[in-house]
């Protein structure tokens, strides 16, 4: 089957129940969620996506305990580590969104390194945001954009404005997926979902599989997009 889906964002929740439904601890339901991811992005491109952004952690993610942080942020560098020549051969390009700022120096190289290594790849863009917030985005673009302009000019586009956002290149997400049975957009990739289809459903992002996501991808195969203009149909 074709699929119509361009750009899929993912809130890749219910590590944490996952883990306490086997009695392990939270790490085990993160780790088990990032082979999830890689299955992920190796289907994604086989499906005919050709961005895919994912929530690895959210600016509000720093509140949880000291060790869960530090478990995350570890999985993150481990995960570049093993996974960045794989990625970098199969022509994926790698981005990262968030407040980068708050991380370690050497995860923020790391992160560099992985981000320079393949920004010349065509085959799907892999974004992953970390320490990410979509108001904070929101937020630092509106101050990078009074710092800019010296005129204070507000005859400013959508499209203008978006040069600001972390990603300027990013295409709006054509559809949205949340696992876990949870119904929120918490905080995620604010500006670029307002025309998205949302998809949740009750799996629990370790177990997500690609059955689930053919599942998904199908479901908005069936979609009607108005983007607010009148029904044609
Ligand atoms: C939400 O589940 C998930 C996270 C906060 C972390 C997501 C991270 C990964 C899937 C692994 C890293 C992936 C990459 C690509 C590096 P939760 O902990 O809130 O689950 P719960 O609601 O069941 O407690």
């Known amino acids: ?69 530090s478990d995350l942020l570890g999985l993150l560098g481990l995960y570049l580590k093993q996974e960045l020549s794989s990625l970098h051969n199969n022509g994926v390009r790698i981005k990262v969104i968030g407040d980068l700022s708050l991380l370690e120096p050497s995860l923020q190289r790391q992160i560099h390194d992985a981000v320079n290594i393949t920004c010349d790849n065509k085959g799907l863009t892999l974004c992953v945001a970390f320490s990410y917030g979509g108001r904070a985005e929101i937020l630092r673009a509106c101050k990078a954009l009074i710092q800019k302009s010296s005129n204070h000019n507000l005859e400013m586009s959508e499209l203008e404005f978006r040069q600001y956002l972390y990603d300027p290149e990013m295409p709006d997400v054509d559809l949205l997926i949340r696992t876990s049975g949870e119904r929120r957009i918490s905080n995620f990739l604010l500006w670029y979902i307002a025309y998205a289809e949302l998809y949740f459903t009750d799996i629990l992002w370790p177990d997500f599989s690609t059955i689930d996501l053919q599942n998904a991808l199908e479901d908005f195969n069936l979609r009607t997009r108005n983007f607010g203009f009148a029904r044609t149909e």
């Open 1 to 69: 089957m074709q699929y119509k889906v361009k750009h899929l964002a993912v809130i890749m929740d219910g590590n944490g129940r996952w883990a306490k439904q086997r009695g392990l601890p939270r790490i085990e339901g993160h780790r088990k969620g990032a082979e999830a991811a890689r299955l992920l992005i190796q289907n994604s491109h086989n499906f005919g996506i050709t961005y895919l952004t994912l929530y690895a952690f959210s600016a509000e993610n720093w509140n949880r305990p000291k060790q869960e942080v």
